[in-house]
Nanobody, 119 residues
Framework: QVQLVESGGGLVQPGGSLRLSCAAS????????MGWFREAPGNQRELVAD???????NYAPSAAGRFTISRDNAKSTVYLQMNMLKAEDTAVYYC?????????????WGQGIQVIVSS
């Protein structure tokens, strides 16, 4: 199992920025598809962004142009830089890792980290 540990959440004012980090265990991090989901109260968990092992990125329309996902394979870490934050970005953000195993594809999750955008 891959262990994922998120950090960098907190309270920020509208228009501000935060950078989330997700550190992964495992020595084949570079082969994982990594990304972030978020879940706001009363809403379903939704994809925010993901990044392939080759560095190709994908964003939800709500995140495009404001958020940037990146990865540092040497540090086994994926980042989510969030700029121009809005109240509607308030949610618990979950890091995930997709990988191939002998038993088939597997998704592992972090424990989640709270982001609150409020004045």
């Amino acid at each position: 199992q891959v262990q994922l540990v998120e950090s960098g959440g907190g309270l920020v004012q509208p228009g501000g920025s935060l950078r989330l980090s997700c550190a992964a265990s495992g020595n084949i991090f570079s082969s994982y598809l990594m990304g972030w989901f978020r879940e706001a109260p009363g809403n379903q968990r939704e994809l925010v962004a993901d990044i392939s092992s080759g560095g190709r990125t994908n964003y939800a329309p709500s995140a495009a142009g404001r958020f940037t996902i990146s990865r540092d394979n040497a540090k086994s870490t994926v980042y989510l830089q969030m700029n121009m934050l809005k109240a509607e970005d308030t949610a618990v953000y979950y890091c995930f890792a997709d990988r191939a195993t002998d038993a088939g594809p597997r998704r592992d999750w972090g424990q989640g980290i709270q982001v609150i955008v409020s004045s």
